[in-house]
């Protein structure tokens, strides 16, 4: 299989999936290098040990918002490698949990960081790391899984959504799982160490899981290893059972399965809507068990396969939300909490920390209708009134900010008759070079097209058209 070619557009592609934005500064970094796998290895290469929030404000919806800034400002500005924030929130939207159930600032701070830490670690030390996070535990009520009275929430998505997929399992399989996560619980009063083991509450019974026996272990000392030995399960030696609905799957290794499911998964998020070609999807269920389930190799099986270098992948993935306000506050050079677009995300659809519900969200074209469309030019527009908030100001000495550089008033609308001494398409180069948005010949002809016809008074108002136009809303 030949290896994608290191040039430009391919580096600036594999840079909005991975970074959010094609940096030129990282352009540079990666086309220096001597192939796409090297690349791919550079993008791969973030802080082992990146900076967490501190929280200055007293309550829990507070602290979500000064968390919501913090991640952005990593995405946006702050972080060397973004990858790391990337596949942060691509954890988040898979293993998710919501501030609103959780109800502390302090534990969501846990879980996240828990993806920005080891979020290209292992997936088996991901799952089994947020399995005893209160967060989790709160969100899925596992605290109230006893044996006198089970709760199949967190066994059963465990399963569903998190590992497996629909129909690989039996209602057997969730009952036993179930038993196994018994006496995992919380103490609601605690913030600094609310996990609490309860064996009292334990189902210490052996069960038959996926093909095997687990809970073999009865002596008390062993009964706290039974659920995870679960996820031990799934990604090691069991087997979809002959009553699971899935009859294509029946009588597969669930490390397969799940292999599978999770790349389709990934694919869907970092490439694009729909199935992997199968030679990918082949590829990458490869990669990820054959390194027990490691997640860098299996992130570098995608990033270095030519189908995701094809032209359908290119132009086939719609920002999300959160991908869209962090190159809107890369474009502008705003810190989160100056623009405070938080409140704005919700009207685009997605929000960090408050999921709509366990299943996450959805990418792609999901985030293609009116309502959200509209949400996006509002917030665009906030964007615009942060970067031009002394513009009428201080005598024509008022500026457009942004990141990479200041217009003037006075640059903007000098002009002899009408007639600006800065021209039309000049105005526009500028534009595009201090913001670092890339316009299409199409796309930069439409905003020239409104320049032309605007006053020099008006003309301002082009920088909204950049903000909004498509090639910020294509990854």
């Known amino acids: 299989?030949?290896?994608?070619?290191?040039?430009?557009?391919?580096?600036?592609?594999?840079?909005?999936?991975?970074?959010?934005?094609?940096?030129?500064?990282?352009?540079?970094?990666?086309?220096?290098?001597?192939?796409?796998?090297?690349?791919?290895?550079?993008?791969?290469?973030?802080?082992?040990?990146?900076?967490?929030?501190?929280?200055?404000?007293?309550?829990?919806?507070?602290?979500?918002?000064?968390?919501?800034?913090?991640?952005?400002?990593?995405?946006?500005?702050?972080?060397?490698?973004?990858?790391?924030?990337?596949?942060?929130?691509?954890?988040?939207?898979?293993?998710?949990?919501?501030?609103?159930?959780?109800?502390?600032?302090?534990?969501?701070?846990?879980?996240?960081?828990?993806?920005?830490?080891?979020?290209?670690?292992?997936?088996?030390?991901?799952?089994?790391?947020?399995?005893?996070?209160?967060?989790?535990?709160?969100?899925?009520?596992?605290?109230?899984?006893?044996?006198?009275?089970?709760?199949?929430n967190f066994a059963r998505e465990l399963m569903e959504l998190f590992l497996l997929g629909v129909g690989n399992y039996t209602e057997a399989d969730v009952e036993a799982s179930t038993a196994a996560w018994t006496g995992h619980s919380d103490q609601w009063n605690d913030d600094v160490s609310p996990y609490r083991w309860h064996p009292e509450w334990h189902d210490s019974r052996p069960k038959h899981y996926l093909g095997r026996t687990i809970n073999a272990d009865a002596t008390p000392a062993a009964w706290p290893l039974h659920g995870p030995e679960t996820i031990e399960v799934v990604l090691g030696t069991g087997v979809v059972p002959a009553g699971a609905d899935n009859v294509t799957n029946r009588g597969r290794p669930t490390r397969d399965v799940a292999a599978e499911f999770l790349s389709r998964k990934l694919w869907n998020n970092f490439a694009t809507e729909g199935a992997p070609p199968a030679d990918v999807l082949d590829v990458m269920r490869t990669a990820l068990v054959s390194n027990d389930f490691a997640i860098g190799p299996w992130v570098t099986a995608m990033l270095t396969h030519p189908a995701f270098y094809s032209d359908t992948v290119k132009e086939g993935l719609v920002r999300t939300p959160v991908e869209y306000t962090v190159a809107l506050l890369h474009a502008t050079g705003k810190r989160s909490a100056f623009v405070n677009a938080i409140w704005l995300m919700e009207s685009m659809g997605q929000r960090p920390l408050f999921p709509p519900n366990v299943s996450g969200w959805r990418p792609n074209g999901y985030w293609v209708n009116a309502s959200a469309m509209e949400g996006r030019a509002r917030t665009a527009q906030s964007f615009v009134w942060a970067a031009t908030r002394t513009y009428w100001q201080n005598g024509g000495t008022g500026l457009i900010s942004l990141r990479n550089g200041s217009l003037t008033n006075t640059q903007v609308t000098a002009n002899s008759g009408g007639v600006p001494t800065l021209s039309n398409a000049a105005y526009i180069d500028l534009l595009e070079s201090y913001t670092g948005i890339r316009l299409t010949a199409t796309s930069k002809a439409e905003v020239l097209q409104y320049a032309n016809g605007a006053s020099v008074w008006e003309r301002n108002d082009a920088l909204m058209l950049l903000l909004v136009a498509p090639e910020m809303h294509v990854a």
């Open 1 to 152: 299989m030949p290896e994608p070619a290191l040039n430009e557009a391919n580096v600036r592609h594999l840079l909005r999936r991975t970074e959010f934005v094609d940096r030129n500064e990282r352009v540079s970094d990666l086309l220096a290098l001597s192939s796409i796998t090297e690349a791919v290895q550079n993008v791969l290469g973030v802080d082992a040990s990146p900076p967490t929030v501190a929280f200055t404000a007293a309550s829990n919806w507070e602290r979500g918002v000064e968390l919501t800034h913090f991640w952005l400002d990593r995405m946006a500005h702050d972080a060397a490698r973004p990858f790391q924030e990337r596949m942060a929130f691509f954890w988040h939207g898979h293993f998710c949990s919501d501030l609103g159930k959780v109800d502390s600032a302090i534990l969501m701070r846990e879980q996240i960081d828990l993806w920005r830490r080891s979020g290209l670690g292992n997936v088996r030390t991901l799952a089994t790391t947020m399995s005893t996070q209160v967060a989790m535990i709160r969100y899925l009520d596992n605290n109230d899984n006893r044996a006198s009275s089970p709760n199949q």
